[in-house]
């Protein structure tokens, strides 16, 4: 004969009957919430990953190097060109005296070309020193309200893998247009290459090239 238990507790009754039936649900809702916060953690670690890199983004100049028919030669970045290529340093010094030497009644031009001439240019070095001293001493905006100079760059050597000679001829004309003067001049410039970073410099200077120094003379 089977041994009298008495009544069943009714409270643990009533427990075991809520575990049986919700726990399932407590736990699986509480599986979630920890679900939930670790993707959570994981969305603002993200987030702020991606805030960290947009800031430490750095802009590369990317260089297109044409023929004189305009059609693509090579193109990349600088570490991938050949960017000392001589005849894209002849260019660029070409373009620097040009810039340095023009005047003309445009002031806004003007200040281009002033802007242009600057791009190659260090603080540091003598050939900023001497184009100071050149701008101080003539005012291309004050010239301009007398007299125009136009530019043709004759002939560019490289002397050295750091020095060229570059031989440019000035035509002066007054405001009305006519030519009152002829001069040739010969300059010899000391260049140097540095990658530039900032984003004002590379649409000026993608290359980098930087005159050091520059000595400039007429010729008779």
């Known amino acids: 004969m089977a041994a009298d238990r008495g009544p069943e507790n009714p409270y643990l009754a009533a427990r075991q009957e809520w575990t049986e039936r919700y726990g399932s649900y407590v736990q699986a809702a509480r599986a979630w919430r920890i679900v939930g916060v670790i993707g959570l953690s994981m ?3 993200g987030f702020t990953y991606a805030l960290y890199l947009s800031s430490q983004v750095k802009l590369v100049p990317y260089i ?3 023929d004189k028919l305009g059609t693509s030669a090579s193109v990349g970045f600088p570490q991938q060109i050949e960017y000392a290529d001589p005849r894209v340093v002849r260019a660029t010094l070409g373009n620097f005296v040009a810039s ?3 005047i003309t009644p445009d002031a806004v031009v003007q200040k281009q070309y002033i802007d242009r001439t600057y791009a190659l240019l ?3 070095d003598p050939s900023t020193q001497k184009i100071n001293a050149w701008f101080r001493g003539n005012s291309p905006f004050e010239k301009a309200k007398t007299a125009t100079v136009a530019i043709e760059v004759n002939n560019i050597v490289a002397l050295s893998n750091q020095t060229y000679q570059v031989d440019w001829t000035e ?3 007054d405001r009305k247009g006519k030519e009152t003067g002829t ?3 010969r ?3 000391t260049v140097a290459l540095t990658a530039p970073q900032d984003e ?3 649409r000026l200077n993608p290359i980098g090239l930087y005159v050091q120094d520059f000595d400039w003379t007429a010729q008779l």
Do not use: L
Request: aromatic share 12%; no cysteine.
């Open 183 to 185: 001069r040739r001049f």
């Open 122 to 124: 260090r603080t540091p």
């Open 100 to 102: 340095f030497r023009s």
């Open 43 to 45: 969305g603002v670690i």
């Open 64 to 66: 297109v190097e044409v």
């Open 200 to 202: 004002a410099i590379i």
């Open 171 to 173: 035509y002066e004309r």
């Open 187 to 189: 300059g010899i410039a």
